[in-house]
Nanobody
Framework: VQLQASGGGLVQAGDSLRLSCAAS????????LGWFRQAPGREREFVAV????????YYADSVKGRFTTSRDNAKKMVVLQMNSLKPEDTAVYYC?????????????????WGQGTLVTVSS
């Protein structure tokens, strides 16, 4: 497994949750790490991305101001901090790595994908 996402669970609206994505040694630097999500019956959508430098980030409008992504390259770990969760945030969340470190929102630009972790937000 090259990417391992974890931290999902069942929370109430307004709560916070912290997702983590661990990359294996097979994914060599530099790479951008993106977060995507897919709700039941809906297409996968972009959530956030962080480039290798750790300072270049980009968020979907739907999560801007509530979600924050950060990374620790030494630990090959990326975190997605999700605050003020809403029922519409309910989805399976995936992390993905882009070996060219572009930091885009297009899923087609990503080379490696984690298995996903389920986030359920109750109202």
């Amino acid at each position: 497994v090259q990417l391992q996402a974890s931290g999902g669970g069942l929370v109430q609206a307004g709560d916070s949750l912290r997702l983590s994505c661990a990359a294996s040694e097979r994914i060599t630097s530099p790479y951008a790490l993106g977060w995507f999500r897919q709700a039941p019956g809906r297409e996968r959508e972009f959530v956030a991305v962080i480039r290798w430098n750790g300072t270049s980030t980009y968020y979907a409008d739907s999560v801007k101001g509530r979600f924050t992504t950060s990374r620790d390259n030494a630990k090959k770990m990326v975190v997605l901090q999700m605050n003020s969760l809403k029922p519409e945030d309910t989805a399976v969340y995936y992390c993905a790595a882009d070996r060219t470190d572009r930091g885009t929102s297009r899923s087609i630009d990503y080379d490696y994908w984690g298995q996903g972790t389920l986030v359920t937000v109750s109202s």
